[in-house]
């Protein structure tokens, strides 16, 4: 099995292809790739870099069609190009955001976001509230670091860390979470590779969206392996007609 994980702004989590090399299956290669080319940020986290980073990603998308990976994971909590992408391409698509509230309504009954910021935040809820998983989430508390600040050449790990867990003890303290999502890959995975046991430092499970959007790749790919749909054409997901998306890209001189 083959999956392309896209990180949909212009890096890398620092720990992140550390951490889903640790549970990927052993059948399982995956490269990494950001869209640095058409998007120069380090961080998409307002709606407008939301938009302008979108393009970028389905272009990664489109190629990893033509390139045989048998999915594709999109390790940001924004999701950027997830709907689109799936109207798109016949592999399956996952994305951070939608993998962990799937697995969040698995673990408990009721879950909260750590986002790095309020509006950040805001999308998220009403991406969740488009997915329909919004009735089991109870709260978001911003852990206030710019997504800019999160590499470790900007701020120490340890800082990032203290601030994330904080905000997650409150979630479950003053709001009831039984489930936490850091709700910024960059923040998640240095807390998944460098504390073994939040759990213990929170008083619930803090849940890594990327390792649940990527192993949810992996399932996906199996079932359409075994010849089972995945995903339906009927509505939402209806490819666009063929010619106005052969013309559309031609006209941007894109493969086709």
Same mark, same amino acid.
Not at 74 to 92: F, H, K, T, W, Y
Not at 159 to 185: F, H, L, M, N, Q
């Given at each position: 099995?083959?999956?392309?994980? @896209? &990180?949909?702004?212009?890096? %890398?989590?620092?720990?992140?292809?550390?951490?889903?090399?640790?549970?990927?299956?052993?059948?399982?290669? =995956?490269? @990494?790739?950001?869209?640095?080319?058409?998007? !120069?940020?380090?961080? &998409?986290?307002?709606?407008?870099?939301? #938009?302008?980073? %979108?393009?970028?990603?389905?272009?990664? @998308?489109?190629?990893?069609?033509?390139?045989?990976?048998?999915?594709?994971?999109?390790? *940001? &909590?924004?999701?950027? +190009?997830? *709907?689109?992408?799936?109207?798109?391409?016949?592999?399956?698509?996952?994305? %951070?955001?939608?993998?962990?509230?799937?697995?969040?309504?698995?673990? /408990?009954? %009721?879950?909260?976001?750590?986002?790095?910021?309020?509006?950040? /935040?805001?999308?998220?809820?009403?991406?969740?509230?488009?997915? /329909?998983? #919004?009735?089991?989430?109870?709260?978001?508390?911003? =852990?206030?670091?710019?997504?800019?600040?999160?590499?470790?050449?900007?701020?120490?790990?340890?800082?990032?860390?203290?601030?994330? @867990?904080?905000?997650?003890?409150?979630?479950?303290?003053?709001?009831?979470?039984?489930?936490?999502?850091?709700? *910024?890959?960059?923040?998640?995975?240095?807390?998944?590779?460098?504390?073994?046991?939040?759990?213990?430092?929170?008083?619930?499970?803090?849940? $890594?969206?990327?390792?649940?959007?990527?192993?949810?790749?992996?399932?996906?790919?199996?079932?359409?392996?075994? +010849?089972?749909?995945?995903?339906?054409?009927? /509505?939402?997901?209806?490819?666009?007609?063929?010619? $106005?998306?052969?013309?559309?890209?031609?006209?941007? $001189?894109? !493969?086709?």
């Amino acid at each position: 099995m083959k999956i392309l994980v @896209v &990180n949909p702004f212009g890096d %890398t989590e620092v720990h992140g292809e550390a951490n889903l090399a640790r549970i990927a299956r052993s059948d399982t290669k =995956f490269d @990494v790739v950001n869209i640095a080319e058409m998007y !120069p940020l380090r961080n &998409n986290q307002w709606l407008y870099f939301k #938009h302008m980073c %979108t393009d970028g990603s389905l272009e990664k @998308v489109l190629w990893a069609e033509r390139e045989r990976y048998d999915a594709v994971f999109i390790s *940001c &909590n924004l999701d950027i +190009g997830l *709907c689109e992408a799936r109207q798109l391409v016949d592999i399956p698509v996952t994305a %951070t955001l939608e993998s962990a509230a799937l697995v969040a309504h698995m673990m /408990g009954a %009721t879950y909260s976001l750590v986002p790095v910021d309020y509006q950040n /935040g805001k999308i998220q809820q009403a991406l969740l509230k488009t997915y /329909g998983l #919004h009735d089991h989430f109870v709260s978001l508390r911003p =852990f206030d670091i710019d997504a800019n600040q999160l590499y470790p050449d900007q701020t120490p790990p340890g800082e990032v860390i203290e601030a994330v @867990v904080e905000a997650a003890r409150r979630c479950v303290a003053e709001d009831g979470a039984e489930v936490v999502i850091p709700a *910024c890959t960059l923040a998640g995975s240095v807390l998944t590779h460098d504390v073994p046991d939040v759990e213990a430092l929170i008083g619930a499970p803090v849940l $890594d969206g990327m390792i649940a959007g990527f192993k949810l790749a992996e399932m996906m790919a199996d079932i359409q392996a075994a +010849g089972i749909p995945t995903i339906s054409r009927r /509505g939402w997901f209806e490819k666009p007609p063929k010619q $106005d998306f052969q013309t559309l890209r031609k006209f941007l $001189d894109r !493969p086709v």
